[in-house]
């Protein structure tokens, strides 16, 4: 082989080896990313899934698919990211419930630590939690409602989303610091929930705002309480508005990755999802379905759930939920 010959060979050798790297690290994504929303078509979470997906499939020029996967008060979902292949195609969309209530009020029936078994990617959505009634309840406030299931106790149905869910976990809360009887009534979702209180099935439901801020607008349903004050709703008090020590408290989600995804997938993933929690015209959107962009980083996101977890403890020994 004559010196040209080797020349060449040596120039398209690093050519080729030149181009690995950059073929490695532009290899994630190649396909469509399930996110996996551990609650019902039509729940808060699957809404605001729904509205950032749209932003992460431009930014990440993939499809991005979301996959409702309810049950077991969110735990069913987050169990299977936690399960999924580490390869950055399956994330999770994940409130409190499964990652902190539930937790503290059924631990027997969690069988993940997110510290350990997830990876944040980073904090989205905040939304108030809320209890509406039914237009034809047989009260119109909370002091009614209160005194209402007072007078008749366990006829105050209230529907939520499962057990160990922040609304069942704000029934609780309310019986304890009011001495009132108000029952809660599983189901699957926000949506079986609301139908099943506009049929007069139940009487209220503990849900989140932005799985109900429609009906609120049209009129179906009547807010009662809210966890924080919102200023689409600013005529729906707090707990403390009404004289009550402390508010009830509401609910957040944030993305995460199976714990092990390499750290390309981390890279591709994280400001993806920075710029499309912060995007003006889903912040807009969202805020008007009671919804409240709020990123936040990844560890950030980590001590949130500590400090959460710690709280929700406090707060059901105080009430006498836990021992």
């Keep these: 082989m004559n010196m040209n010959s080797v020349l060449g060979l040596l120039t398209v050798l690093a050519l080729i080896l030149g181009t690995v790297p950059h073929a490695r690290a532009q290899a994630y994504p190649t396909g469509p990313i399930s996110v996996v929303i551990p609650l019902s078509p039509g729940d808060a979470a699957d ?5 950032m997906g749209e932003e992460l499939s431009k930014l990440l020029k993939v499809p991005i698919v979301a996959v409702n996967r309810p049950g077991a008060g969110g735990t069913v979902g987050t169990d299977s990211v936690v399960k999924a292949a580490k390869d950055g195609y399956t994330i999770l969309l994940a409130n409190n419930a499964s990652l902190t209530f539930r937790r503290v ?36 406030n909370f002091a009614e409602m209160i005194d209402y299931s007072k007078k008749n106790p366990d006829k105050v149905r209230v529907g939520t989303v499962g057990a160990g869910s922040v609304g069942d ?10 001495g009132a009887h108000l029952v809660m009534v599983p189901f699957k979702g926000a949506g079986p929930a609301i139908a099943a209180l506009r049929g007069g099935h139940i009487e209220a439901a503990a849900l989140a705002l932005g799985a109900v801020a429609g009906q609120l607008k049209a009129g179906n349903v009547r807010g009662i309480v809210l966890s924080a004050r919102f200023p689409v709703f600013p005529d729906i008090p707090t707990m403390l508005d009404l004289g009550y020590k402390q508010n009830l408290p509401g609910v957040w989600f944030g993305y995460f990755a199976p714990a092990g995804v390499p750290a390309e997938v981390l890279q591709a993933l994280i400001p993806a999802i920075e710029k499309a929690v912060k995007d003006p015209a889903i912040v807009s959107r969202l805020l008007g379905l009671g919804m409240i962009q709020d990123y936040a980083p990844p560890d950030r996101l980590l001590a949130e759930i500590g400090e959460e977890h710690r709280m929700v403890e406090q707060m059901a020994k105080r009430a006498g939920l836990i021992k």
């Design 47 to 51: 809404i605001a899934a729904r509205s």
């Design 105 to 140: 009020l059924e631990p027997q029936n969690v069988t993940y630590d997110p510290a350990k078994d997830l990876v944040p990617l980073g904090f989205s959505t905040r939304i108030p939690s809320i209890i509406i009634a039914g237009s034809g309840a047989p009260f119109t």
């Design 169 to 178: 976990f704000d029934i609780q809360l309310i019986n304890s610091l009011t």
